[in-house]
């Protein structure tokens, strides 16, 4: 459900962002790409922190730093409205790529430990429920966008964003204190 939800969040905010980017930010093409750019950035750098985050923290809070570093990139977005800045819009992106990253790293180990082998074909295919999510989110998006605009789709995108972080906080996956034993 986080997956889903935050899935959506994200492709709402994108089947509006380079309209709103460009009217509302007074961004380039260039200053587009820059911004959604550090999204892939922070990916690399959420991969790249995984491992040392999830030795130093408890397994749950490890977990949870991908929805909660998305409900702070909505946010951030969110606050472009006041203060429209290229750096702002950057660091949104930026965000939603590191901490999901890291939160993508932990669940799919947490997945493939504490599920048995002959199920976890099926365990994966749930994932596949998150890319599906994506037409939903762009659909989204472009119904918000072209009836409210595209300030509105921020807003949805953030509560989304909300949504989802609250999913993993209410999940007893926080209550983790370390990655569980592998199953047999």
């Known amino acids: 459900a986080c997956r889903v ?32 750019a550090t999204y892939g950035l922070g990916m ?15 397994f749950g809070v490890a977990v949870a730093i991908g929805p909660l570093a998305g409900l702070a990139a909505g946010c951030i977005m969110l606050l472009t409205l006041w203060l ?23 669940t799919a180990t947490l997945q493939q430990t504490v599920t048995p082998r002959h199920l976890l074909g ?8 998150a890319y599906g999510a994506r037409p939903i989110g762009a659909a989204l998006g472009a119904l918000v966008g072209g009836t409210y ?28 204190a370390r990655q569980p034993e592998l199953v047999p």
């Open 5 to 36: 939800l935050f899935t959506i969040a994200l492709f709402t905010l994108l089947g509006v962002y380079v309209s709103y980017a460009v009217h509302q930010l007074g961004l380039s093409a260039a200053g587009v790409g820059t911004t959604l």
């Open 84 to 106: 429209p800045t290229a750096f702002l819009a950057a660091a949104s992106f930026f965000l939603m790529g590191a901490g999901p990253m890291v939160y993508l790293i932990s």
């Open 44 to 58: 690399v750098v959420g991969a790249l922190l995984a491992p040392r985050i999830v030795l130093k923290v408890h």
């Open 122 to 129: 099926r365990v994966s295919a749930i994932n596949s429920l």
């Open 149 to 176: 605009g595209e300030e509105m789709c921020l807003v949805l995108a953030a509560a989304v964003f909300v949504l989802q972080a609250l999913v993993i906080l209410a999940s007893p996956v926080m209550r983790l």
